[in-house]
């Protein structure tokens, strides 16, 4: 049940990226579902993945849309439409 949560989530992931410049709540969408479906399967997000979403908001990150900042040991990702910071282990 786990494996097919995941490809579900890796799925909506890949479709969030695509309309993130035409549709931007659409792609929110899509994030709100693969956590959902998380939720739902108990399926771990992966690292990789943690990082291209926003915890507050569920908006895709990419490089347009957010900041990272490195400081020693820690990372910073900033998402420009909520300014919600997420601080990560390097």
Known sequence: MQQIGLERI???FELAEQELKKHPERSKRYIGIAIEIGKKTRARFPSELKTKYCKKCNAFLNRTNSEIIKAGTLQ???CKECGFERKIKN
Request: proline share 0%; no cysteine; glycine share 0%.
């Open 76 to 78: 910073t990702i900033k």
């Open 10 to 12: 890796y799925r909506l």
